[in-house]
């Protein structure tokens, strides 16, 4: 298992891709690198302060459902949700995206929403 420096390590060059392709066309790999700064970013947590490591996105919920809040889980679980339907289409659409492709959906608007969701995560887990 990597230990906390790694995954924060993964975080920010996750967080670099996602600077990087933001304002291309390709919109939807930001929101999916979105996300995976955050996996990471739980994970160095967990491994931080419970010694602990997930598998999986499911293992990782029931840590996150054990050791944070409402919102936390709520604002996660909603880049998941985004993440899944920029991969996978139809999986978690929201319904505001109705007959759009994800490319289109993940406006610079939604992007920054993304974004600021993403900073409160890492505030809330104590990252700058």
């Known amino acids: 298992m990597a230990a906390a420096p790694e995954h924060e390590a993964q975080a920010q060059h996750n967080e670099d891709f996602v600077r990087f392709v933001i304002n291309s066309p390709y919109t939807e790999w930001a929101a999916t690198g979105v996300f995976y700064a955050a996996v990471h970013y739980v994970e160095a947590w967990l491994d931080r302060n419970y010694g602990e490591h997930s598998r999986n996105h499911s293992e990782r919920f029931r840590y996150i459902r054990m050791h944070t809040d409402r919102d936390f889980f709520r ?51 104590g990252y700058p």
């Open 75 to 125: 604002r996660y679980s909603q880049l998941l949700n985004r993440s899944f339907f920029a991969r996978y289409l139809d999986v978690q659409r929201p319904s505001s995206a109705t007959g759009l492709m994800p490319s289109q959906y993940f406006d610079q608007a939604e992007l920054n929403r993304l974004l600021s969701t993403l900073q409160w995560i890492k505030s809330w887990l």
